[in-house]
């Protein structure tokens, strides 16, 4: 079985600044790696995912993540912040051969102007 | 395409009441998944299905039923709600590239 910690609940970050939103994941197997966002009141939307290739993939808005496969980690980062990034990120893990993700608990992030 | 439809978007039931969500999808996905969102505790799995016809239990299925009698439609079941039943459910549908959601329905039990 698979298992995804996203440690950071909510993070507050200043508009125009950096941000990483951390994940970490567990499988006894190989995995496939997703973070979606989810605005206020709406679904989740796919940002990016790591299915195979370069271990950095960038996704919509700027964001990009990198696949550490010795840390076991899919951070994700955006070097500059707008208000509308405001809104919740989850991160999602699937083993190969396998549709179905396993989601962390998800991460608020709020822009201070 | 209109992807993962879901109705209602709102919805207040009465201790007791039942009811069905309804999800469509026109992607002819095989996989199709009942999630509940709770504040602070992300996406849980109610039910899911690998194909018409199959189904199958996820982590929080008790007091929820599902059908698959076809690959677009995959409705939940509310048979006798309860306050813990609160939440906003989503559907999804999946191919190997990731899943696409529908946009929620934000059930109230009183």
């Known amino acids: 079985a698979q298992s995804v910690t996203q440690l950071d609940s909510q993070v507050p970050v200043f508009e125009e600044a950096p941000v990483e939103l951390r994940c970490n994941y567990s499988s006894s197997v190989s995995v496939y790696l997703f973070w979606y966002v989810q605005y206020p009141n709406q679904g989740l939307q796919l940002l990016l995912k790591?299915?195979?290739?370069?271990?950095l993939v960038k996704g919509i808005n700027g964001f990009e993540a990198e696949f550490n496969k010795s840390q076991t980690s899919f951070h994700l980062r955006k070097p500059s912040v707008h208000i509308s990034d405001t809104a919740e990120y989850f991160c999602a893990v699937r083993a190969l051969g396998n549709e179905k993700l396993t989601f962390g608990t998800g991460t608020r992030l709020t822009i201070i102007p | 395409n209109a992807g993962v439809t879901q109705t209602p978007k709102f919805r207040i039931l009465k201790i007791g009441q039942s009811m069905t969500l309804q999800c469509t999808q026109d992607m002819n996905h095989n996989y199709m998944y009942w999630y509940r969102q709770d504040p602070g505790m992300g996406l849980k799995l109610i039910y899911y299905?690998?194909?018409?016809?199959?189904?199958d239990k996820g982590e929080v299925p008790n007091g929820y039923n599902v059908s698959r009698s076809t690959t677009e439609d995959f409705p939940l079941r509310l048979e006798l709600a309860a306050p813990s039943q609160t939440s906003v459910y989503f559907c999804a549908s999946s191919t190997q590239e990731g899943y696409t959601f529908g946009s929620g329905t934000r059930l109230t039990v009183v």
């Open positions: 299905s690998v194909g018409a016809g199959i189904t």
């Open positions: 790591y299915l195979s290739g370069s271990t």
